[in-house]
């Protein structure tokens, strides 16, 4: 729930306010920085928000329980502000990051929308386009692997273990099967093959064959 000053809703509803948005980031760092939409500089919970930032909301997410959520922020590329130089270095990755919605008239009146981390930050066209998750983002990170019968390994990469070379115009759909019969490297698949699927529920006892509970292969 927002808390809203009782005197920022009265300014509101009498068509007073001069709304703005404001954003106010925190890097992993220590260092912290402030933009607005606003066409002059205001300060927000002490940090001096830069007009002329080019910072402008984005799609926006909202979601309700243990939904993540999320929301996006564009802006141009320059020194003073965000550096390409600085995003290349990753000194963005997971930064802290609040939007508020102030009355620039009276900029002690404020009520922060949203808050999240910064997931995502890349160029394009000549600006930057952040992707923000929301705080239930953590909720649905995979931590360690998780068992499947498909590969997770990327064609080509450490895990995979062949050669560029050896891959080279070629494709993988993952599976055991595509693995040894296309690449003949079983050794190397990153998957469960033989881990029960769905059809393991409604399979019955076979009258014939081997069933000494050694693999199904």
Not at 4 to 26: D, K, N, T
Not at 147 to 160: E, H, I, N, Q, S
Request: proline residues 2%; hydrophobic residues 40%.
């Amino acid at each position: 729930m927002r808390n809203i000053p009782e005197e920022m809703v009265a300014r509101i509803e009498s068509g007073a306010a001069m709304l703005c948005h404001a954003w106010v980031l925190r890097r992993g760092d220590g260092a912290v920085m402030g933009f607005t939409d606003h066409d002059r500089d205001l300060t927000v919970e002490g940090v001096v928000c830069r007009a002329g930032s080019g910072w402008t909301a984005g799609v926006g997410e909202g979601a309700v329980g243990l939904a993540a959520g999320g929301l996006s922020a564009s802006g141009g590329l320059d020194d003073e502000a965000i550096s390409e130089g600085d995003i290349a270095a990753g000194l963005y990755d997971g930064a802290r990051v609040e939007l508020w919605r102030v009355d620039w008239a009276r900029a002690d009146l404020r009520v922060r929308l949203w808050a999240g981390t910064l997931a995502r930050i890349r160029r394009e066209n000549g600006a930057f386009v952040a992707d923000l998750d929301g705080p239930m983002a953590a909720l649905e990170r995979v931590a360690g692997r998780t068992y499947g019968r498909t590969c997770d390994a990327v064609l080509g990469d450490a895990r995979c273990g062949l050669s560029a070379e050896a891959v080279a115009g070629r494709r993988c759909d993952k599976r055991w099967a595509t693995c040894t019969g296309r690449f003949d490297n079983g050794v190397n698949f990153q998957g469960f093959p033989d881990i029960p699927g769905d059809d393991f529920i409604a399979a019955r006892p076979a009258g014939s064959g081997r069933n000494d509970g050694g693999s199904r292969r």
